[in-house]
């Protein structure tokens, strides 16, 4: 649990022990993600949101997040997922790839400007 710090065991208690989820636990949750997804994206209400499903859903079957399949826990927080556009965002690999990509283009264009 070391290795992966907070994430790793708020992530353990979420999927096998969210009976004793604390408010502490989904705001430290929320916290550990992405910048750009809690500044442009509003990812901190959309953690909370996430919760209170898995945590109603307890409530009503008894149900831990980790006895559903992956399908079934995405069909309970199907709609707060990301767009294409906001995982492009919030992906640190396809987040540098877009400013590289920007950076280059700048730099031909203004190539191309000065030229003529």
């Known amino acids: 649990m070391v290795v992966g710090g907070p994430v790793t065991w708020l992530g353990k208690k979420f999927l096998t022990d969210i009976g004793n ?4 636990d ?4 929320a916290s550990l993600v992405n910048w750009r997804a809690r500044l442009f994206f509003h ?3 959309r953690v909370r949101k ?6 109603e859903m307890y409530e009503d079957t008894g149900k831990q997040p980790g ?5 079934e826990r ?8 990301y767009s294409w556009f906001e995982k492009a965002i919030i992906n640190p690999i ?12 700048v730099a031909i264009m203004s190539f191309a400007n000065s030229v003529h």
């Not at 989820?21 to 502490?24: F, K, N, S, Y």
């Not at 995405?74 to 997922?81: E, F, I, N, R, T």
């Open 21 to 24: 989820w604390t408010e502490d």
């Open 26 to 29: 989904t705001e430290q949750f």
């Open 43 to 45: 990812s901190t209400e």
């Open 50 to 55: 996430r919760i209170w499903r898995f945590l």
């Open 67 to 71: 006895d559903l399949t992956e399908k």
């Open 74 to 81: 995405q069909s309970v927080v199907a709609d707060l997922d």
């Open 94 to 105: 396809a987040f540098g790839a877009t400013v590289r990509i920007i950076i280059i283009s």
